[in-house]
């Protein structure tokens, strides 16, 4: 992603030539380097961490198919706010109730992460050439903005209605750099694109292949097939008809409408290069709308007695936040839920492949050099996103992983559920906090312009409501009706 | 300082006012005891997948072609 300011904003003309530097000294002191050393890092100790915790008699009981619980003795050092009804102070903690083991401590949780976080960010920062001391100072009121932003995220009507952190650690900066001004002091810990790399490369742990087979054809017509058509003819309208200036936010808004929501926003506003702002607003649009589209869906669904698995099948496609996609569907019914979740996580799963394709075109067709000529190989790979590697590579490594190591799904399980996906969780609210303290409200609002990505968005989502339920009444309905319904009753 | 107290206000009274009502409260016990997380960005931040994706993989264990093949599942 890139700042907004007018000297600094890049169109495919003013792309200037990148000063060459050699592989060696780009690996040590680039930002998308290190986010995708300090993801491997991180990876691997908390891979460890649960392999060398594995129960005694682990493997015979795997080749016996015994269910084994594993866990991960990270898990408790590891940790964010919890969700409160009445008082804030039980987000972090709650004394138990007499009788009852309801109680709730995540301090150490808390400082856990802050310590991991302010550890390996704060090496990438002096390999980078900057004061590490600068980076800690301000790293703490950065941290205790985003624990602000979880606490908010967490009151329990909040929560229901799927307004998720994102959002809050967006405002919270907003406010700051829009009321008081952003402190000085916090400046060197507000590093948007450092954290958001770093967390998409611990999410490619998440992105497991073997996922896009659990609902068979039928998951994959809907989210595999439908899914990037709809991306691709929405970008498409996008620059030919509705002639959108910024190629990155009309990807971002396409991405984030067509995919899943925040994470596709996020991993493809950093794959192209997009600006703070451009994603703020795609995730501010997409959010608007899903809240309106977790209500009126079933309802609609209902009214129109569509049975619940195509329902199911078409909220999951539709829905952009995995969250609001399953409450819709519980608003259904269980069967409805459990679809429309599983088509979600498999395009959760088209995430990596929208990365690397969208850095590629980006690369290779947006970011000519001044004559217009299509840059070489060595300059595709000069600019192609590193991180982006990083990310398909914790992505490859952790689908093997999971498919040939015996017990190799309970191990990756416990590893994302109980470590990597909590501090995943941090360096995504860390980067929204940093993106509202340097955001500008004029910035946003120059967006609602024209309402061009408005229209944009409702056109997208408009072809992806008709094509996703053509597709999954197809599937669900006709070809693979009885095997659906013996899947899920 | 508005802003702080129109947060403070909104966060500690306004909203735990309504999830007071009995309708908000059953919805979110409905979905807590679902296992489900309105605000999951991603699908391995949601607990119900544990028992869906156990469910589908007995499913192709028991059945290898059904969802890959029309027609072979009866």
């Known amino acids: 992603m890139t700042d907004s300011t007018p000297d600094e904003s890049q169109t495919a003309s003013e792309v200037p030539v990148l000063e060459r530097v050699s592989l060696w000294k780009e690996m040590c002191t680039k930002e998308d380097w290190w986010a995708v050393w300090i993801g491997a890092v991180v990876l691997s100790i908390a891979f460890l961490a649960v392999y060398l915790n594995l129960p005694a008699g682990f493997g015979e009981q795997v080749a016996a198919g015994e269910n084994v619980k594993v866990s991960s003795p990270l898990k408790s050092w590891i940790a964010k706010p919890g969700s409160w009804s009445s008082n804030p102070i039980e987000a972090i903690y709650k004394a138990a109730t007499t009788g009852e083991d309801d109680g709730r401590n995540l301090l150490p949780g808390l400082l856990g992460v802050f310590g991991i976080s302010v550890v390996v960010f704060g090496a990438g920062i002096t390999a980078m050439g900057h004061n590490p001391l600068k980076f800690a100072r301000g790293f703490v009121g950065i941290f205790l903005l985003a624990t602000l932003a979880y606490v908010l995220a967490g009151q329990a009507v909040v929560k229901h209605y799927n307004l998720e952190y994102a959002l809050w650690a967006l405002a919270v900066g907003l406010i700051i750099s829009n009321t008081v001004g952003t402190p000085e002091f916090l400046k060197p810990a507000v590093r948007t694109e450092f954290y958001i790399k770093t967390g998409l490369v611990l999410l490619g742990a998440g992105v497991l292949f073997s996922r896009l087979l659990a609902l068979g054809v039928p998951g994959i017509g809907v989210a595999w097939v439908v899914t990037p058509i709809v991306l691709i003819s929405t970008y498409a309208f996008g620059q030919k008809v509705l002639k959108i200036p910024s190629k990155s936010l009309n990807m971002v808004i396409s991405a984030d409408m067509s995919v899943c929501g925040v994470s596709a926003a996020i991993a493809t506003a950093a794959s192209c290069r997009a600006k703070k702002e451009e994603l703020s607003f795609a995730i501010g649009l997409s959010l608007s709308f899903t809240v309106i589209m977790m209500v009126v869906m079933p309802a609609l669904i209902k009214a129109l007695g569509m049975s619940e698995i195509l329902g199911g099948a078409w909220m999951g496609g539709t829905i952009d936040a995995t969250g609001a996609v399953v409450a819709a569907g519980a608003a259904l019914g269980d069967q409805a839920a459990e679809v429309a979740a599983t088509v979600k996580m498999i395009q959760n799963i088209l995430i990596g492949v929208t990365a690397f394709g969208v850095a590629t075109y980006w690369v290779t067709n947006v970011e000519t050099n001044d004559s217009g000529v299509r840059p070489d190989a060595r300059e595709i790979w000069y600019r192609f996103p590193k991180f982006v590697l990083g990310f398909v590579a914790a992505s490859a490594v952790f689908s093997t992983i999971y498919a040939v190591l015996p017990g190799g799904d309970e191990i990756v399980n416990a590893m994302v559920k109980q470590s990597t996906k909590t501090l995943r969780g941090w360096f995504f609210c860390l980067a929204f906090v940093s993106i509202g303290l340097e955001t500008n409200f004029r910035d946003l609002a120059k967006f609602l312009k024209g309402g061009k990505p408005l229209i944009l968005y409702v056109c997208g989502q408009s072809l992806n409501l008709i094509l996703t339920l053509a597709m999954a009444w197809l599937m669900f309905e006709v070809v693979f009706k009885d095997a659906v319904q013996d899947l899920v009753k | ?74």
């Open chain 2, 1 to 74: 300082m508005a802003i702080l107290a129109a947060i403070a206000l909104v966060w500690l009274f306004v909203l735990p006012a309504i999830g007071e009502s009995a309708a908000m409260q059953a919805a979110i016990a409905e979905r807590e005891a679902r296992g489900i997380d309105s605000g999951a960005m991603f699908y391995t931040d949601l607990e119900m997948m544990d028992d869906v994706l156990a469910r589908s993989k007995q499913f192709h264990r028991e059945h290898p072609d059904a969802l890959w093949i029309p027609g072979s599942s009866r």
